[in-house]
């Protein structure tokens, strides 16, 4: 997938934060970040900038020139200024546990920039200037992958004896294929009957002789009820929306 590159270069004056974090942002969503992604990469951009202007320029003067590469689920953020080098193997870790008249303040910037990205990278050079490089990944699964590695099942309108075979004849065709992982979206369905709720418990037994998985999501309060009236809820792994069985299915 191609990399959109994006620039930025301001002063480096704490009123331009807000400036580089819209910067930041919009490069963030371009590479479909999630909203959780997204702070991260507010967060730990704003603590390097800040510690640029506070510390490399202790407040004199200078440039800060900010570079985004965008692609889908990935994004590259690279930060260049020319004052002030400084080691960052020689910042010792915050103390995170220590008691209240114990702790030592400083350390928390790099700390959090560390724990937000999925790389950080420093470079000094007497010519060319500081340079922080930091790469975020989006920690939700690549859709591709996501596609591959599972299915979803959308039943609808009631699942009586008159449904039932039609309902068993769609999952079977899903399950019959081996080792499959399946979610079963049941957020269309308004009725579930005892022929219904025997399908979904030959379909588990299936699945997990054949090392897969079935995972439930969706259903709607009145399903819910019977589910738990048959004791079903105790039997079936449920997601509470199409995201959390996901996340379910490991």
Known sequence: MNQETFDLTVSSDLANLK???KFVTEAARKANFDEKDVFAVQM?????????IVHAYADAPGDIHLTCGVKSGECTITIRDHGRSFDPGSVPPPDL??????????GLGLHFMRELMDELHFSFD???GNQVV???????????????SFVVITPSGRVDANTAPDFEAELGGVLNQ????AVVDMAQVSYISSSG?????SALRQTRQQQGQLILCNLQPRVAAIFEMAGFDQ???IGQDLETAIRLLG
Not at 178 to 181: A, L
């Open 235 to 237: 039997v079936f792994s």
């Open 97 to 106: 546990t220590g008691d209240l008249e114990e702790r030592r303040v400083g």
């Open 126 to 128: 007497p010519v060319e």
């Open 134 to 148: 930091m790469v975020k990944r989006s920690s939700r699964t690549d859709q591709a992958e996501m596609e591959k």
């Open 19 to 21: 400036t580089i974090i």
């Open 197 to 201: 709720l025997k399908i979904l418990l």
């Open 178 to 181: 081996g080792d499959v992982r």
């Open 44 to 52: 730990a951009v704003d603590e390097a900038c800040t510690n640029i």
